[in-house]
T-cell receptor, first 113, second 115 residues
Framework: GDSVTQMEGPVTLSEEAFLTINCTYTATGYPSLFWYVQYPGEGLQLLLKATKADDKGSNKGFEATYRKETTSFHLEKGSVQVSDSAVYFCALRKETSGSRLTFGEGTQLTVNP | EPEVTQTPSHQVTQMGQEVILRCVPI?????FYWYRQILGQKVEFLVSFYNNEISEKSEIFDDQFSVERPDGSNFTLKIRSTKLEDSAMYFCASSPMAQGNYGYTFGSGTRLTVV
């Protein structure tokens, strides 16, 4: 079945460091790919998305490119801030499965001043 | 910004008891969902609901679970006879459409602890 695998966490960085959180997926067909973020005490928020190969999603300085050849959707940010501390979830959705989202394990990011 | 509201934020219940988790989706959304996350594990799909009926459910969503939209605003998840392994964070979500580029809006979750 469909699955999403994220890099193991937690990840701890200093402010202004470069961030990469790896995400790979297994799915037939052409899924849409998403990154969700969960700040402490809040719900899951859509951070960015890409719906076809080579699309780049971007938001709040974060980027991820849909790479079909490597089945990856790695999240990157050039300079993280303390306020980026949160849990990040990679997810996919296939049109053939309707609206169901399949999530990765989540990666806890802590950014220290 | 419109939000999905879940209550309570934390519920403790005894094994075998019935529990109802409540959600108020965004008012003009048509599709409603429940997901859960057992501590340390992935967020898992439970069920989707549209037009007053279940449109899709996962293998987790067995006979002990049920969902209902009892009025125009609430969307509830009932667990009939809770087990220890039902302890998890339960997330409600809603969306205006099932497919396309519309994302979900998630609530902040209800942490259910079964003792």
């Amino acid at each position: 079945g469909d699955s999403v695998t994220q890099m193991e966490g937690p990840v701890t960085l200093s402010e202004e460091a470069f961030l990469t959180i790896n995400c790979t997926y297994t799915a037939t067909g052409y899924p849409s790919l998403f990154w969700y973020v969960q700040y402490p005490g809040e719900g899951l928020q859509l951070l960015l998305k890409a719906t076809k190969a080579d699309d780049k999603g971007s938001n709040k300085g974060f980027e991820a490119t849909y790479r079909k050849e490597t089945t990856s959707f790695h999240l990157e940010k050039g300079s993280v801030q303390v306020s980026d501390s949160a849990v990040y979830f990679c997810a996919l959705r296939k049109e053939t499965s309707g609206s169901r989202l399949t999530f990765g394990e989540g990666t806890q990011l802590t950014v220290n001043p | 910004e419109p939000e999905v509201t879940q209550t309570p934020s934390h519920q403790v219940t005894q094994m075998g008891q019935e529990v109802i988790l409540r959600c108020v989706p965004i008012s003009n959304h048509l599709y409603f969902y429940w997901y859960r996350q057992i501590l340390g594990q992935k967020v898992e799909f439970l069920v989707s609901f549209y037009n007053n009926e279940i449109s899709e459910k996962s293998e987790i969503f067995d006979d002990q679970f049920s969902v209902e939209r009892p009025d125009g605003s609430n969307f509830t998840l009932k667990i009939r006879s809770t087990k220890l392994e039902d302890s998890a964070m339960y997330f409600c979500a809603s969306s205006p459409m099932a497919q396309g580029n519309y994302g979900y809006t998630f609530g902040s979750g209800t942490r259910l602890t079964v003792v």
